[in-house]
């Protein structure tokens, strides 16, 4: 059995569970996830925890166990807390700007990269138009739209411009050097 997957899920005060077969919907003060889950596990809701147990012992069954978990973790979570990721926008001249559920991002192209967020995601840009921050309460899509957004120009490696992550480090190569 997986390590992972042995962990109960403790469930925060204003978090409510429904269960319903392989249907899972997580309620919570910042909104609603349902997922499906795959066949092989089942979630048992046992008072103020939940447990993922795999139904047999097959390869799939325990294949899913821990990943089961953990999304219902996220779930959980993202209901209660949620999440949050920034970047960093660094070149002269490159900058953001939100208004709504739009982004436009100047990032050295000859025209603005202009993206519109799907529900359930905020967008917001911090600090003189070089910050980026992602929120939403469904860390797969939140991840995703930060692997997006970075995708538009991910930071080059010899001068470092671009868009990364907050705290990412990005390795630097020598340009040429000339003969003498």
């Known amino acids: 059995m997986s390590r992972i997957g042995k962990r109960p899920i403790s469930l925060p ?12 919907a997580v309620k919570g003060s910042k909104g609603t996830l349902e997922r ?19 139904e047999n012992a097959s390869r799939t ?3 899913r166990h821990g990943l089961v978990r953990t999304l219902v973790a996220n ?12 970047l960093q926008i660094q070149g002269v001249g490159y900058r953001a700007q939100a208004q709504g559920s739009q982004l436009t991002l100047n990032v050295g192209y ?6 519109t967020m799907p529900p359930g995601i905020k967008v917001a840009v911090e600090e003189k138009n070089t910050e980026i921050v992602i929120d939403g309460i469904d860390k797969e899509l939140v991840g995703n739209i930060a692997a997006t957004i970075r995708a538009v120009r991910p930071p080059e ?3 470092g411009k671009g868009i990364r992550y907050k705290g990412e480090s990005v390795r630097r190569k020598a340009g040429k050097t000339s003969k003498k």
């Open 36 to 54: 499906i889950i795959p066949a092989g596990v089942r979630v048992e809701h046992e008072g103020e925890t939940l447990k993922v147990v795999p």
């Open 110 to 115: 000859s025209k603005p990269v202009e993206m």
């Open 13 to 24: 005060q204003k978090v409510t569970v429904e269960i319903n077969g392989q249907h899972i």
């Open 61 to 63: 069954a325990r294949e």
């Open 157 to 159: 490696v010899y001068k």
């Open 75 to 86: 779930m959980v979570e993202g209901v209660a807390n949620g999440f949050q990721k920034r």
